[in-house]
């Protein structure tokens, strides 16, 4: 029982780890998409996203440092619940963002660093991006100040559908290098990694339960055979004092005993549930015994009258 306690415990540092990691990877695909959804809004500025153009800088500063931040944590520990990085303990981890890059037989950053080559250059095109088509100033504290809620329902200066906007979504490069990473090979590479974690989280717990099972099933066949043991010692004993206790009445020269020392022992013997019955039988058996029984007094007779001869002779 100890045991079964001890040892699912021994992963709980593990699952303390894969669950904040998992939630942070999924999380990480969301703020990828939001950067580039943002990045997006701010280039075309067309008021449509309800949000005025400070306000869309601002907004994707605080996404830009949300995905830096969360990739640290993940990588290194440290930071949004999560203790140990993933660089020191899944070499799937280590294989997708410093090896061959993403899972997808189309994916382009195989030998060039991996995905964290590609992580760096969406990065480095969003940074562009901000400084090219962002409001000045920092921003990243105004929108860290208010809810979404109540950015979204802020003034916005105008809605108009600018086409010179428009065509900066084709003719930048950097604004393209964003864009294609909505679901390039990036997201693709963070994908895989959430599923990759989840089905370690997943192969975690099913091995602890599997272990548990399998120590309550040893601690079942234990109790068991224990509790078979003390029951046949037990019964063992039990007919060694029978034994002992037959041995002993039979010994017993019941010649020399009163009747009622009998029936006494006869009590004794008898089981609780039998007890009326052997009383109802013990008395027929008595009655019987002395109805068929001479009197005392006709017994004692013939040796008067032999005492009464031999006084006379």
């Given at each position: 029982?100890?045991?079964?306690?001890?040892?699912?415990?021994?992963?709980?540092?593990?699952?303390?780890?894969?669950?904040?990691?998992?939630?942070?990877?999924?999380?990480?695909?969301?703020?990828?998409?939001?950067?580039?959804?943002?990045?997006?809004?701010?280039?075309?500025?067309?008021?449509?996203?309800?949000?005025?153009?400070?306000d869309l800088t601002s907004a994707l500063h605080h996404h830009l440092n949300e995905l830096r931040g969360v990739t640290d944590a993940i990588r290194f520990g440290g930071g949004f619940g999560i203790d140990i990085g993933a660089d020191a303990w899944s070499d799937l981890h280590n294989d997708v963002m410093?090896?061959?890059?993403?899972?997808?037989?189309?994916?382009?950053?195989?030998?060039?660093?991996?995905?964290?080559?590609?992580?760096?250059?969406?990065?480095?095109?969003?940074?562009?991006?901000?400084?090219?088509?962002?409001?000045?100033?920092?921003?990243?504290?105004?929108f860290e100040a208010n809810p979404p809620d109540d950015i979204a329902s802020t003034q916005f200066d105008t809605v108009e559908h600018r086409m010179e906007r428009v065509r900066l979504l084709t003719s930048d490069s950097q604004v393209q290098a964003v864009l294609e990473h909505f679901d390039g090979e990036l997201f693709a590479g963070f994908h895989e990694l959430v599923e990759a974690f989840a089905s370690e989280m997943e192969a975690l717990i099913e091995k602890a339960i599997a272990d548990s099972q399998s120590l309550f099933t040893v601690y079942l066949l234990v109790t068991f055979?224990?509790?078979?043991?003390?029951?046949?010692?037990?019964?063992?004993?039990?007919?060694?004092?029978?034994?002992?206790?037959?041995?002993?009445?039979?010994?017993?020269?019941?010649?020399?005993?009163?009747?009622?020392d009998i029936q006494a022992i006869d009590d004794m013997l008898v089981p609780a549930e039998d007890e009326h019955e052997h009383d109802e039988l013990g008395r027929v058996d008595s009655a019987s015994t002395l109805e068929e029984s001479p009197p005392l007094s006709s017994a004692v007779r013939p040796s008067q009258h032999v005492d009464a001869d031999e006084n006379t002779v």
């Open positions: 029982s100890l045991l079964q306690t001890l040892l699912p415990a021994t992963y709980i540092r593990d699952l303390v780890t894969l669950a904040p990691t998992v939630n942070q990877a999924d999380r990480r695909e969301q703020l990828l998409r939001s950067c580039v959804h943002l990045s997006r809004e701010l280039v075309l500025d067309d008021g449509l996203s309800r949000m005025a153009h400070p410093y090896g061959h890059g993403c899972g997808d037989a189309e994916c382009e950053v195989a030998g060039q660093g991996g995905l964290y080559h590609s992580y760096l250059s969406f990065i480095e095109a969003l940074e562009t991006v901000l400084l090219r088509h962002g409001a000045p100033g920092p921003h990243t504290d105004k055979c224990f509790g078979y043991y003390l029951v046949r010692a037990a019964l063992r004993d039990a007919q060694a004092e029978i034994e002992q206790a037959r041995t002993f009445v039979l010994r017993i020269p019941f010649k020399a005993l009163l009747p009622q």
